[in-house]
């Protein structure tokens, strides 16, 4: 074999090695590629077939739960039972609006009263003759008691004015025959001389003396006699008596022969034809001057229900704009005999009324960062808030936007 053709043989063997390795290198870069495609090709199917049995389960539970739409007109709680358990539905209605101001625990109060005590400087209390809360007439002896007393000054002035009397006896019949003697004389002369005309006015000025004197002595006479009277007085028992119709508090702190003045409050009689119904207030209650109120009894810390009265709101020691804010509120009850029948008692009034509203339930109406809300279902079976204003009256709302009659909200 020439040199030639070696060279030539050498160079095809190298080529078809060269061609063979190439060609492994290439079986296994198509092997890996192939083995990197299966693998994403199982994990794109593993997702799907995930994702396929989630919608299947959430489909089945769909089915096993659906909800139900309004039929009834909203007048009846519709329920819907899930996973989140019962969810109760109710409808915007048009209807009356009320809220009423209410007070409770209202006492009697008496606008007329009089604290009494003894007309005199000292005394000694004795006892009382009336019992506490006891209505009383005009005139009635309510206690009582005795004024100080000195037997011996009494009896020093009852000789005094027996030794006046006596004089002014006395000296009565003195002057008395002096007017005779006079008259006497005066009969003796010859009438219409100067001596019988000195006697006759000497005469008559002697009657006009002694009428002067019975006067004076008499009315000195009769201050004696009132001294001894008060003396005497002072020895019986007295009394106090009330002034007019009441019902009486008795004062605190006195007992038999304690010493009294006329500054001592022994007893306090109330008016009842001025008593009403009060009680102290603090904030805007809803209720106002003259407003007509229903006045429920009280009787044994129970209501009486089946007993209403009427009355108004006579007065109040806070009014701003007519409303009350602070202080006492007085109630002035038509049947004014309930005084005697009922120990307390609770009001209530119209506040507010307006008819043919938007009104719901105030338990559906839930309230975040100051805003109320309601919940609604929407066209896809999801709840959503739905934003609203309104006042309400403790039990119903009165929606003022928000919603309209005959939507459905939930109510828990």
């Known amino acids: 074999m020439s040199k030639a053709r070696k060279i030539i043989c050498l160079i095809a063997a190298g080529s078809l090695a060269l061609s063979l390795i190439t060609v492994r290198v290439a ?5 890996s590629a192939f083995q990197k495609t299966g693998e994403e090709s ?12 989630s919608k299947i389960e959430t489909a089945k539970t769909n089915e096993e739960s659906p909800e139900t739409e309004i039929t009834n007109g909203g007048k009846d709680s519709n329920k819907e039972t899930g996973q989140a358990g019962e969810v109760n539905y109710e409808e915007v209605v048009i209807g009356d609006y009320k809220e009423k101001g209410t007070l409770k625990n209202l006492e009697w109060k008496y606008l007329r009263y009089d604290s009494l005590s003894i007309p005199y400087p000292s005394g000694t209390f004795v006892n009382y003759l009336v019992e506490e809360g006891q209505e009383v007439k005009k005139g009635e002896k309510l206690l ?35 007017i005779d003697e006079s008259e006497k004389r005066l009969k003796i002369l010859k009438q219409g001389t100067y001596e019988a005309k000195i006697a006759k006015l000497s005469l008559e000025k002697q009657k006009l003396s002694f009428q002067q004197y019975c006067y004076q002595t ?35 702190g ?22 009403v119904l009060g009680t ?12 007509k109120v229903s006045v429920t009894g009280i009787i ?91 006042r309400d009256n403790g039990t119903d709302m009165w929606v003022y936007s928000g ?10």
């Open 27 to 31: 079986l296994a870069d198509s092997k």
């Open 42 to 53: 199982s994990k794109t199917e593993t997702a799907k077939t995930g994702e396929e049995s």
């Open 144 to 178: 009582s008691y005795r004024l100080p007393f000195d037997p011996i000054s009494l009896e020093e002035k009852e000789l005094k004015l027996k030794q006046s009397l006596e004089a002014y006896e006395l000296a009565c019949r003195q002057r008395e025959a002096e």
């Open 218 to 252: 008499e009315k000195a006479l009769d201050i004696q006699k009132e001294d001894i009277k008060t003396i005497k007085v002072k020895e019986k028992l007295q009394y106090l008596y009330a002034p007019y119709d009441g019902i009486i508090h008795k004062g605190d």
């Open 254 to 275: 006195v007992s038999e022969a304690m010493d009294i003045d006329s500054r001592k409050v022994l007893l306090t009689i109330l008016d009842k034809k001025s008593a």
């Open 280 to 291: 102290e207030v603090s904030g805007n209650e809803s209720l106002w001057f003259d407003m």
């Open 300 to 390: 044994n810390r129970k209501e009486d229900k089946d007993n209403l009265h009427t009355g108004r709101i006579l007065s109040s020691d806070s009014l701003f704009e007519g409303k009350l804010t602070t202080g006492m509120l007085y109630v002035a009850v038509d049947d004014r005999e309930l005084v005697d029948t009922i120990q307390m008692a609770n009001i209530s009034a119209a506040a507010v009324t307006v008819d043919k509203v938007p009104i719901i339930p105030l338990k559906a109406v839930k309230t975040e960062n100051d805003r109320k809300f309601v919940y609604q279902k929407d066209s896809d079976g999801s709840l959503r808030r739905q934003y609203i204003t309104g």
């Open 403 to 412: 919603l309209s009659a005959g939507q459905n909200i939930v109510v828990d």
